[in-house]
């Protein structure tokens, strides 16, 4: 299958790699130039521009954000010059009304759009391990799932409608930063008890909370290691954002989001918005009163 990548962060560099390992041939491309070089050195090939990583049988895009999707595939028209046909992947945590605008767009374009964003960090996503949420057109998805199915552990269908990904997407990187937040609050509690926070979250994270995203996360916590970043607070700050507008189209409220971004918003304010969302743990101990934070 000849397949295009757009975006090659740590995310999109670890996928491409996964799929060039399973014989794939991969076309590149990114706005800046040294993912590329070091892909091609394993075997894809360098897009000349954004419309010959969009001439193949699927186009996969992981991009960072709404505007960087704007920017890259509609401002400059590249989806509209795309092979008739095309299925395109967007991987990317993107809102739901953009993911409600690309599924039109693409259906006015005649191609295949398909939302698929991952859970997962670079080395998950370097072994084929993701847990990916789809949502398209079934022609589409069955398209694309040759795909999919190399990048993934698990895939979870959501039914035709695209923005249902998102949706699912958003939700569960809420629940991640609120994985966090709760974390860095029950450190500061047993703390302030003289507890030390490696021993309380060991505890927890071993018997009643060994879940993936406390295990991890309560790691770095307890080592803070905050770099290199899986998943930045700027990236996360985001994304919580997103969830609240989401939830502002239906007339919800997410009382949870406003705590999260108000943490995250000191965390950039810190200037330390690269460094991984479990940060956020820092500023949630220094606001319960831990004199610890920034030792």
């Known amino acids: 299958m000849d397949i295009g990548f757009i975006g090659l962060g740590a995310m999109g560099k670890a996928m491409v790699a996964n799929l060039l390992d ?10 800046s130039g040294a993912p590329v070089a070091e892909l091609v050195a394993l075997g894809a090939k360098a897009a000349a521009n954004v419309e010959d990583a969009l001439a193949g049988d699927v186009a996969l895009s992981m991009l960072a954000h709404d505007q960087a ?4 595939l509609l ?7 795309a092979r008739p046909g095309l299925v395109h992947v967007n991987l990317a945590t993107v809102s739901t009304a953009l993911a409600r605008e690309l599924a039109a767009h693409h259906a006015e374009l005649g191609l295949g759009y398909v939302a698929a964003p991952v859970f997962g ?3 998950v996503a370097r072994a084929g391990g993701l847990n990916i949420v789809v949502a398209g057109a079934p022609d589409a998805v069955a398209a694309a799932a040759p795909v999919l199915e190399a990048l993934a552990g ?6 035709d409608d695209p923005v249902r990904a998102n949706a699912v997407k958003l939700a569960g990187n809420l629940m991640i930063v609120a994985a966090v937040e709760a974390m860095g609050e029950a450190a500061a509690l047993g703390q302030a008890h003289g507890v030390p926070a490696g021993d309380l979250l060991d505890m927890l994270t071993g018997t009643l909370f060994a879940a993936p995203v406390y295990k991890i996360y309560g790691a770095m916590i307890m080592e803070r290691t905050y770099s290199p970043a899986g998943f930045t607070a700027a990236l996360a700050l985001k994304d919580v954002r997103l969830a609240r507008d989401a939830a502002a189209e239906k007339g919800l409220t997410l009382p949870l989001a406003d705590l999260a971004e108000r943490g995250l918003q000191q965390v950039l304010s810190e200037g330390e918005g690269d460094l991984d969302l479990a940060y956020l743990a820092e500023v949630a101990a220094w606001r319960g009163g831990n004199p610890a934070k920034g030792d």
């Open 22 to 31: 399973k014989g794939h041939a991969v076309t590149v491309w990114n706005r």
């Open 69 to 72: 999707v704007r920017d890259v």
């Open 75 to 81: 401002a400059g028209g590249a989806l509209a010059n």
């Open 121 to 123: 960090r670079p080395p």
């Open 154 to 159: 698990k895939l979870w269908p959501m039914g």
